[in-house]
């Protein structure tokens, strides 16, 4: 058969430019930010894949929302079509507006953590452990193996291991464990899905034990798209039936609505039990605002009804994934190490293996990111020690198995074309990776240290030798 393409279910309406910078201005620019492209400035960059949260482009439908917006401080009509929304797409019963995930992440934790209580899950990820250590409680991983492992082809690397879930609960004891907090997809393993298949196993132990289950939500429809692609039996299903069933294995979800919900700012705490309900109602008025805005205006909560609608629709996260994918595949034929099989969000450069002549208390990750910057202006972001932080009993860098640099697909906004350029400048980075010097650090905040520490390099003044 001939081959038949297929491109974005969109075109361009209005454009933003791009301002493109010299070599010389990008060494200054990434030593005046410490050599951490968080601190760089946006104006400064050229193709921006530090994240996918909150950098996606509205559709035209989604700003002519924006007009709609009714800014009542109670009782705002979108509030009312967002909470209908959530619970047709997602199935969950009460919803509370957050300004973000996080805003979801803390009410939750506060509501079901007890000092010296265990949360498991399947990978941390940076807020959400951050959250549940600052009301006393301990993350445990019971990720599958393979999902530590960047060359495993494991087609649902988000997966929980049944075996590592039962000995935590027999450890323990299930009254210990607050919760379950399962990601799908898992943004730190490289955006690998669960499975349905799993996530039932998982919910009928838990079930047996009375341990209750959250979603991280970030990327559940990222994760129903795996699932209709990968999983038997699940090919001919709409990406809403599957997002209904992971759903409803568990008991309410955190959301980031940044990311899947397609908007720039906002998120949800979206719960089944009344009365936790309630009191999420209640506590949410202290943090974020009254519980039917949560920190947002009322145009804010119609573009992420909105979004959530378009969110579902298979076409557009066939071409959403599918750009991911291509950038991947330049990558993979240029022999680039990096995490397979391709997740959703992001490609997840292996930084160990493109460095080794660093050592990982030169956190080769953080190097590789800021090398790229200098290289081509391409902004990535570091997953690998700087983000892991320090163990909060012994005061140690933790070293996770990953040592990763995430370029980041923000939805909707980068062509093709931005694709070359960005493999384009990896590969010859990778040719000439002998150049690239190792970071120290110069100063190292207590909290998500990776957003705000500076570095400089542990010979010379430049990361990436001419
Ligand atoms: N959960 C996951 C899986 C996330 O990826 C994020 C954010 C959050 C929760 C927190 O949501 O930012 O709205 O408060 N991830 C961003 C990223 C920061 O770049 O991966 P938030």
Not at 29 to 57: H, K, P, Q
Not at 175 to 194: D, E, F, R, S
Not at 199 to 216: E, N, P, Q, T, W
Request: with cysteine; hydrophobic share 40%.
């Amino acid at each position: 058969m001939p081959k038949r393409s297929w491109a974005e279910p969109f075109k361009i309406k209005m454009v933003e430019h791009l301002r493109m910078t010299t070599r010389e201005e990008r060494e200054r620019a990434i030593a005046e930010a410490g050599f951490n492209t968080f601190l760089l400035r946006s104006a400064d960059v050229y193709i921006d894949l530090l994240t996918d949260s909150g950098t996606s482009a509205m559709s035209d439908r989604q700003w002519a929302g924006m007009m709609l917006g009714d800014e009542a401080y109670a009782g705002s009509a979108n509030f009312y079509h967002l909470e209908e929304v959530v619970r047709r797409y997602y199935g969950y019963q009460h919803v509370i507006p957050t300004h973000q995930g996080r805003g979801a992440e803390h009410i939750l934790s506060r509501l079901c953590i007890r000092p010296g209580d265990i949360i498991a899950g399947n990978m941390y990820f940076t807020t959400t452990k951050a959250h549940q250590e600052l009301v006393g409680g301990k993350f445990v991983d019971v990720i599958i193996d393979a999902a530590h492992d960047p060359d495993s082809e494991h087609s649902f690397k988000g997966d929980i291991d049944l075996g590592k879930l039962q000995r935590v609960i027999d450890q323990f004891g299930a009254t210990k464990i607050a919760y379950l907090c399962v990601g799908a997809t898992v943004n730190m393993a490289g955006g690998q899905p669960i499975s349905l298949a799993n996530l039932r196993d998982v919910s009928a132990l838990c079930r047996k034990h009375g341990i209750r289950i959250f979603l991280d939500a970030t990327r559940a429809v990222e994760n129903a798209y795996f699932i209709k692609l990968r999983e038997p039996g699940q090919a001919d299903r709409t990406l809403t039936d599957i997002l209904r069933d992971l759903c409803a294995c568990t008991d309410g979800c955190t959301m980031s609505g940044k990311k899947d919900c397609l908007v720039n700012i906002g998120g949800f705490l979206a719960l089944n039990d009344d009365e936790l309900a309630d009191a999420a109602r209640n506590m949410v008025v202290l943090f974020e605002g009254l519980h039917t805005y949560g920190g947002l205006a009322g145009r804010d909560m119609e573009a992420m009804a909105i979004g959530i609608q378009e969110s579902v629709d298979f076409d557009h996260m066939r071409a959403r994934i599918g750009q991911v994918e291509y950038l991947g595949r330049l990558l993979i034929e240029g022999g680039i190490p990096l995490v397979r099989p391709v997740g959703g969000h992001g490609i997840f450069l292996d930084a160990a293996r493109f460095l080794p002549h660093l050592p990982r208390e030169q956190f080769p990750a953080q190097s590789l990111a800021a090398a790229l910057y200098v290289d081509s202006g391409v902004r990535a972001m570091e997953r690998g020690a700087v983000s892991a932080g320090r163990d909060a009993t012994t005061g140690r860098n933790i070293f996770p198995s990953l040592e990763l640099v995430r370029l980041t697909i923000p939805r909707r906004v980068y062509t093709q074309a931005h694709m070359d350029v960005t493999a384009e400048s990896v590969i010859e980075l990778h040719r000439n990776r002998e150049k690239i010097v190792g970071l120290r650090f110069t100063y190292e905040p207590k909290h998500l240290r990776f957003f705000q520490a500076r570095f400089e390099p542990v010979e010379g003044k430049r990361v990436l030798r001419v």
